[in-house]
């Protein structure tokens, strides 16, 4: 994306700009939705633990 920026010469320092900016918001995301994505899968775990808990409770 750098490389196509660039190429506009006339424009550049904005292109540029816009382009860092992007990607900064972009990491940003990613690593909000992974924390996102780490948290369901701890609580996923948690809750099927309670659930086969149960489960042998009731074959008991």
Not at 25 to 30: G, K, N, T
Not at 37 to 45: C, F, G, L, S
């Amino acid at each position: 994306m750098y490389w196509l920026v660039k190429q506009d010469k006339r424009k550049y320092a904005w292109g540029i700009t816009i382009v860092t900016l992007l990607a900064i918001l972009a990491i940003y995301i990613s690593l909000k939705a992974s924390k996102n994505a780490i948290e369901n899968y701890k609580q996923h775990q948690l809750d099927s633990r309670e659930i086969e808990k149960e489960e042998r409770e009731q074959q008991q």
